[in-house]
Structure formats: structure tokens, C-alpha cells
């Protein structure tokens, strides 16, 4: 048991004294996770107005596949990034296998499902309450979609804290994809694994509590935005 | 904003299916600038609502034709005209947004936002709650709301359906004023109403529905001195039409007749 509170003690004056081998992990934690939404965002929010907003044979299916999609297993995702990109594989010529662009590409696999599921489920509600009333006023679909998109804002930006709290979280793609190189690959995940394994408990838990502090504010970021979401539509 | 009138328009033999049922059927009626106030009414489910947002456009007729005046595309609601639903859905934004977002879709220029919003804010007795959520404003001034967000766009034509359902009586009565201030002001006030004294006090002409169709359609005072329907004559004698379905239950069910909206085809 001391030894715990000792190492949990070291792990906190780490963290404390901005460790520098701490926040180069936690550093590009944040950059791989941070893009790999972005990219996610940026592909997933159009994919989710477009089957919340219209309707076309096979719309159904494209639906049950996203949502199955939110529960792939980060592994075997790495595994098919890892395959693809390695050297004998499609993208090989790009070099890409152990770099961080790797890491992003499986995380935005990972992250666009949740992404597409739950920001179309939210702009499918807003549409349907919203639907008679911008027709109604004769609204061009860009202006009624604009519309969804800004008083859905509050449920959008949940979707977005989910997909970046699973990437931030995984270890399975970015540890098969990225390798886990110090100074290069190692992100907050990995580097747990492997400090945990070599017995380094006080590196493992100061990391471990900083995961555990962003899940954290994750969580009260999106208590928060949807309370302010009901208090807005309160009626 | 120079829009084409939406009046007068024309139904001929329209009808409307919902759900496998005929729920409009074979109306054919005319509506013109004058009288100015239409008040439709009926028992629930006679299909008031569903015939106000045909007229408005919000979906095609499933037989029959409607004939507008112009020879525009009338397929979707036209900008000269709009509408109040029974239960209006409000942005999630500002009172003043909601406004301004009806003025910015209508293709108001945006120098004219503001004050045509803080304009029509006041007429409707809004103007302290500019800035306040729409949705944390009360029912009466949501209604009210949504009226504003309906005249700010200087209509020709109005559609409302059961605009004072649910309002207290002093939140109804602020509702009629503005109803009358927009009719006198040239707007074409289409309306449905569940209240015969507010029909009374507002209709120039009124048509009552039943069961999908127009069974009657006349002036107002002539209407309520002496209908001619007999359907019509029970309902605004109290009687709700319970008589009708009194005789279907009956024999099943002797409190079969206090069910509301049990409406089966007679
Ligand atoms: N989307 C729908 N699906 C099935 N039935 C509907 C639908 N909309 C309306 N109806 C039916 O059409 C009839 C007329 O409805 P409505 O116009 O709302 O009546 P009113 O406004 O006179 O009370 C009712 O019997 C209602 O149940
Ligand atoms: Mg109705």
C-alpha cells in the first residue's frame, strides 16, 4: 500500500512540476485525438445532415452500419489501418505506418461513426420538431439546415465530446499503428501500457490521473452543455 | 418585399389521405381577399388543421386541385403568406432572433431586420422580452410570439390554427386584438377555431367541417342565426355531435358516447 501512495504522490509532483517527459506524452495525446476530431467533424457532420435531412433507398442500412460502427473494437481497427498502410499494403508508398498521422487516421475511423450516429440523431430531432415551420416561412435547405445546426449546437457538441473522449481514451489502434516510439508515437494510453509493464508505476499513474482528470471535464463539459441545451428549449 | 397575392385561390375537389383514410374529402371552395375574416370550425378531428396547411402548401392534395390566382409555382408556401400552427414551434434562440429569422428567410434585406422586428415586437406588447429566450417566455406570450413571427413579414394572406387553444382568457382576448389590428390592416385572416364566442366575435364568414368535409359555409351572422346544416345546428347548439355517435355505442357501451375523440365513420 505505500508504495501505491508513494508513487501516487511522485505522480502528482510530476505533474505539478510539468514533467517534461509527462507533457511530451500528454502533449501529442491531445494533438493525435484533437485532429483526428476535427477530420472526423469534418467528414461526419455532412454525412449526418445528409441521412438526418434526406431520405434515398438504402438510407436504412447506412444508419445500422454507423451505429454498429461506434462499437468496433479499437484493435482491429489498428489492425486494418496497420494493413493498409504498411508497406506491402495500398498506401504503403506513403510511408506513413509509426508516425502520428497513423495514430490520427485509425482515431478518426474510430471517431466518425460516433460522430455520424449521435449528430444525426440530433439533427433528426430538431428536424422533425423544426420541419412545418421553416417550411412554412419557404426556407432554402441551406438556411434550414444552418438553423438545425446552430439551435442543435448544444447536443452537436456532446457528440463531439464522446468522439474525442473515445480517442483520447483508446490504446489498442495507436498502440498497433503508431508502435509506441518515445519521443515520436507514445501518447497517454500507450505509454501506460508500457510503463505498467516495466513497473514504472509513478510515470503510469501520473498519466492514469490525467486521462482520468480529462474524462472528467469531458463529463461535466457535456452536463453542462446539455443543461443549458434544456434550459434553452424549456418551455 | 413586392410578393405576388396568394389570393384569391381556388380548391376543387381537393382531397387528402392520412394514414389509409380519407380525412379531407372532395372540398371545393373559394377564398378571396373579402370578407376578411374566415373562421373555420368543426368538432376534433374534422379535419380544420389538416385543410388550413393544405391551403397554406405544406403538402400537395392527394386528389382534386388547388388553383392560385398568380401563375407562379405555388407548390411550397409563398412568402405573401403565413402561418400561426395550433402548437407553434419556436426557435431556440432570443424572442428578437425568432422574428429576425422569419424577416431573413422571407428575404428581407438586413438593414431592415432590426427595426421591422423591434417594430412588430411592440405591436404585440413584446418588446421587454426581446432579448429573453423564446422558450422560457410564457404560453400566452409565446402564442403572441409566434404571432409576431408570423405578421413581421407583412403577409397578405394569414393562416391560424386554434390561436388561442390553451391561452387564459386575458392572453386570448390580447390574441383577438391582434387578430382584428392585422384584418383591418388588409391581411386575410384564415382561422380555425374551438370556441363559438371567440367565431361570434371574429368571423366575418365561417365554414364548419365535419368529418373531412365543408358542410356548411356562410356569413357569419347568417350562420349563427340560423344554420342550415343540421350537423351544424347541433354543434353550436352544445351538442358536439355525441348525438351521432351516441346511437353507434349504445348498444355496446353505455358511456361509449363521452369518448372524445372516437370518431368513426358513421
Ligand atoms: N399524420 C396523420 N396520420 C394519420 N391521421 C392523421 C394525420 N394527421 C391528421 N390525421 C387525422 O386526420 C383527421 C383530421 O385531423 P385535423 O385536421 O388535425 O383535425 P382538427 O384540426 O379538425 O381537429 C383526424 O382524424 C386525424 O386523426
Ligand atoms: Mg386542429
Known sequence: ????????????????????????????????????????????LPIAACL????????????????????LPPVVVGLVVYLLLSRSGPFGVFNLLFTPTAMIIAQVVLVTPIIVSLSRESLETMRHEYHDTLRSMGAAPAQAISILVWDGRFTLATAHLAGFGRAVAEVGAVMIVGGNIDHMTRVMTTAIALEAS?????????????????????????YGLRSMGEARAAS | MIAASPLPFHL??????????????????????????????????????LLLQLCHGLFPADSGVIEWSSNRDFRAPSKAQAMVFQRPVLFRRSVITNVILALKIAGFSKAEWRDR???????????????TPARSLSFGEQQRLALARALAVEPKLLFLDEPTASLDPAAAHLVECLIEEAAAGGVKIIMTSHDLNQTRRLADETIFMHRGRIKERAPADRFFASPENDLAQAFINGELLWWRRRSIFSGVDGDGASCEGMDEEV
Open chain 1, 198 to 222: 516495466k513497473g514504472d508505476l509513478v510515470v503510469a499513474l501520473g498519466l492514469g490521473i490525467v486521462l482520468v482528470a480529462l474524462s472528467l471535464a469531458v463529463n461535466v463539459l457535456v
Open chain 1, 52 to 71: 438526418a435531412l434526406t431520405r434515398f433507398p438504402g438510407r436504412k442500412t447506412i444508419l445500422v452500419l454507423f451505429n454498429a460502427m461506434m462499437g
Open chain 2, 117 to 131: 422586428a423591434a417594430g412588430v415586437l411592440r405591436r404585440t406588447g413584446l418588446s421587454r422580452y426581446a432579448a
Open chain 1, 1 to 44: 500500500m505505500d508504495v501505491i501512495w508513494q508513487a501516487v504522490l511522485a505522480a502528482l509532483s510530476m505533474l505539478l512540476t510539468l514533467d517534461e517527459r509527462l507533457m511530451e506524452v500528454i502533449l501529442l495525446s491531445l494533438e493525435v485525438s484533437l485532429t483526428a476530431l476535427l477530420i472526423a467533424s469534418l467528414i461526419g
Open chain 2, 12 to 49: 376543387k375537389g381537393a382531397g387528402v389521405s392520412r394514414g389509409g383514410k380519407q380525412v379531407l374529402k372532395d372540398i371545393t371552395a373559394s377564398f378571396e381577399a373579402n370578407p376578411p375574416k374566415t373562421v373555420i370550425i368543426g368538432p376534433n378531428g374534422a379535419g380544420k388543421s
